[in-house]
């Protein structure tokens, strides 16, 4: 396949490479309405640029391997358009975001997309030999999707506690699992494990969230939630670590192969709901 996206000698890798970037670009995109309402109000409203780094560096990652690799023109283009995608995100979000913020996202971003990009490339490329450049790249790639996998548990595990599904989108859930077949599918039929196996996970945790969304499809209203009028300090501090318990999420992005959009956009959804003083301005004081 490296003459372009779809090849005749393997025409089924090329026609779920195809898929696969088709679903990715879409879910690449879910944050976009997140970003028109920070330009719109010129402000992040809190919002963590976490999940952006570590998927432009998951996208920097899966280039390298294709690059060495070759022949891997799905994986090279999805991942391109997702470095544009995620760069952008993060230049929004350091044009409106606080100085605080944004110290801490430029550490963020020189820390693992510069520094830590830089090693991998010294030690894959430069001081590993070229037949065993792909397995190393592959399983760097390999580790660093299931690691953080973990993106998804705490959303579960949020649905789970308040019994409410409206923080899992059920059609992000459905776009997750699909994205997850269709690199599986791929990477079958390359014969590329790197590829295959963290996409395993992407189905599995996928169909677990499509699952609980039909258990718990019934959200609870924003509304029921009953605060006093008068809080003590440590109450207010204990209240605000709860709201920012679910949002550790962001700390750590589901990364699929070649596209860390599908939970990056999930959870996304969910700092919106929880993070969002939309949704809090319904909350009753009595």
């Not at 998951?58 to 358009?81: D, G, M, R």
């Not at 990009?117 to 299931?146: D, K």
């Amino acid at each position: 396949m490296a003459g372009g996206l779809f090849s005749m000698e393997h025409p089924w890798a090329s026609a779920f490479g195809i898929l696969g970037n088709i679903i990715s670009f879409l879910v690449f995109l879910a944050p976009v309405p997140t970003f028109l309402r920070v330009y719109r109000k010129k402000s992040t409203e809190g919002f963590s640029s976490v999940p952006y780094v570590v998927a432009l560096f998951s996208c920097t990652l899966w280039i390298l391997y294709a690059l060495v690799k070759t022949n891997s023109s799905p994986l090279l283009t999805i991942n391109a358009f997702g470095c544009v995608v995620e760069a952008t995100y993060i230049l929004l979000y350091l044009i409106y975001a606080p100085r605080g913020a944004r110290l801490r996202t430029l550490a963020s971003f020189f820390l693992l997309d510069v520094a830590a990009f830089a090693v991998i490339v010294v030690v894959a490329v430069v001081l590993v030999a070229e037949p065993h450049r792909v397995r190393v790249l592959g399983s760097i790639c390999l580790a660093f999707s299931m690691a953080v996998f973990v993106a998804p548990l705490s959303v579960i595990f949020v649905v789970i506690r308040t019994k409410s599904a409206e923080f899992m989108p059920f059609t992000l859930s459905f776009f997750l699992t699909l994205s997850a077949v269709a690199w599986f599918l791929y990477g079958l039929f390359t014969k590329d494990p790197y590829v295959t196996l963290p996409n395993v996970g992407g189905f599995f945790f996928g169909c677990i969230q499509m699952v609980l969304y039909c258990c718990y499809r019934k959200p609870k209203s924003a509304s029921s939630v009953v605060l006093p009028t008068t809080t003590s300090a440590a109450a207010l501090a204990q209240l605000e670590a709860e709201m920012e318990l679910p949002l550790a999420a962001h700390q750590a992005v589901a990364v699929l192969p070649t596209c860390a959009a599908p939970v990056l956009a999930e959870l996304q959804k969910l700092e919106e709901a929880m993070g969002s003083p939309r949704k809090l301005g319904g909350v009753k004081a009595v």
